[in-house]
């Protein structure tokens, strides 16, 4: 099976996801509300799709994000460690788990089958603020533009909290170069 490239622009609090062929697809903004971190996720139409609440669950030392869909159902995205390198989300009948990486890597896996892999590393792109993104389906781009908003909300230029690299998770299966 092929895998799709596509490309998320960073500007500031604003993610924007391209295809190769520099078709927009989703938008997204993060902002503070009320002392907390949102975001909101957009369709083409500039419809909000997902509304995103970031959480820190202070005596679990983790990450929380919840999520509301357009059809006001409620979604969590938790950490499931305190480095919070791997994040789950159940959605309907299918798991999704994020894992972040060295490099500034992250893989998305799919009921255990790796999905997506997004490469931060703006080293490596041609345009500074760009994450490359290589996607398994089409159809699952959504989610892991939902998945990406969710880890950059709040994020501006940051030093990792973690004391070293070996408390990230090491890539098992390399699709990118």
Not at 15 to 43: C, D, M, P, Q, R
Not at 54 to 74: A, G, H, L, P, V
Request: proline share 1%; net charge neutral; with cysteine.
């Amino acid at each position: 099976m092929t895998k799709e490239v596509y490309k998320i622009d960073h500007s500031t609090n604003n993610f924007k996801a391209y295809n190769a062929k520099n078709i927009l697809k989703f938008t997204s903004s993060w902002f503070l509300e009320f002392g907390k971190t949102t975001s909101e996720v957009y369709n083409l139409e500039n419809e909000v799709i997902y509304e995103i609440t970031k959480k820190f669950k202070f005596w679990k030392w983790r990450m929380s994000y919840d999520i509301i869909t357009n059809k006001k159902e409620t979604l969590f995205l938790n950490s499931d460690n305190k480095e919070n390198s791997i994040f789950k989300l159940q959605l309907d009948k299918n798991l999704y788990e994020i894992k972040i990486h060295y490099s500034q890597k992250k893989s998305v896996f799919k009921d255990g089958v790796k999905i997506a892999e997004i490469n931060d590393a703006f080293f490596e792109s041609i345009e500074e603020n760009t994450s490359n993104v290589l996607l398994l389906n089409v159809e699952d781009l959504e989610i892991v533009f939902l998945l990406f908003t969710c880890l950059k909300t709040g994020e501006v230029n940051l030093k990792p909290l973690m004391k070293s690299q070996k408390e990230l998770i090491s890539i098992e299966d390399k699709w990118g170069a």
